[in-house]
T-cell receptor, first 115, second 114 residues
Framework: GENVEQHPSTLSVQEGDSAVIKCTYSDSASNYFPWYKQELGKRPQLIIDIRSNVGEKKDQRIAVTLNKTAKHFSLHITETQPEDSAVYFCAAIGWYGGSQGNLIFGKGTKLSVKP | GAGVSQSPSNKVTEKGKDVELRCDPISGHTALYWYRQSLGQGLEFLIYFQGNSAPDKSGLPSDRFSAERTGGSVSTLTIQRTQQEDSAVYLC????????????FGPGTRLTVL
């Protein structure tokens, strides 16, 4: 089945710097890759997603890139702000009975943005 | 519109007791998922329902765990004879369908087994 690896597990940056989180996946059939942000004590919130028919997607200060050949995708946050501090999870979609279903998550990256 | 809701928000139980956790998905969402998040850990898939299809139970950790979805809407996750290692936050998510549909999470139920 699908397996998702995420690095780094913790990341500390200065306010205004960029942050990059990387994930790899194992199942070449996966074609949907969301990123979730989870603040302490809160539910995971979808912040951006990408499908395998595109290589990059941007939404203001957030971008995601996908390399299907290498089976890895990355989250890029530019001009980081203290409110970006949270745990970020990447995910890939799994398969069941020939159709797609649940998400397989990476173990998360704790991002700390220092003022 | 209303998002995914879960109840109770917190549940403390004694080892060996049974518990039921409830999830109300977003109206119109046909797919419903249960995940578990242990303290400081990632999200572990448990089970998902899609319409009237047989649920994917491949993530359930033991036969003490079961779930049902009545009328294609509300779902209940039941844990029988709870153990301390069952302590975690149980998260429910729903989506319009599968095949890469966006999943939206509920606030979770924090289960503590004493």
């Amino acid at each position: 089945g699908e397996n998702v690896e995420q690095h780094p597990s913790t990341l500390s940056v200065q306010e205004g710097d960029s942050a990059v989180i990387k994930c790899t996946y194992s199942d070449s059939a996966s074609n949907y890759f969301p990123w979730y942000k989870q603040e302490l004590g809160k539910r995971p919130q979808l912040i951006i997603d990408i499908r395998s028919n595109v290589g990059e997607k941007k939404d203001q200060r957030i971008a995601v890139t996908l390399n299907k050949t290498a089976k890895h995708f990355s989250l890029h946050i530019t001009e980081t702000q203290p409110e970006d501090s949270a745990v970020y999870f990447c995910a890939a979609i799994g398969w069941y009975g020939g159709s797609q279903g649940n998400l397989i998550f990476g173990k998360g990256t704790k991002l700390s943005v220092k003022p | 519109g209303a998002g995914v809701s879960q109840s109770p928000s917190n549940k403390v139980t004694e080892k060996g007791k049974d518990v039921e956790l409830r999830c109300d998905p977003i109206s119109g969402h046909t797919a419903l998922y249960w995940y578990r998040q242990s303290l400081g850990q990632g999200l572990e898939f448990l089970i998902y329902f899609q319409g009237n299809s047989a649920p994917d139970k491949s993530g359930l950790p033991s036969d003490r765990f079961s779930a049902e979805r009545t009328g294609g809407s509300v779902s209940t996750l039941t844990i029988q004879r709870t153990q301390q290692e069952d302590s975690a936050v149980y998260l429910c998510a729903s989506s319009l369908g599968t095949s890469g549909a966006k999943q939206f999470f509920g606030p979770g139920t924090r289960l503590t087994v004493l």
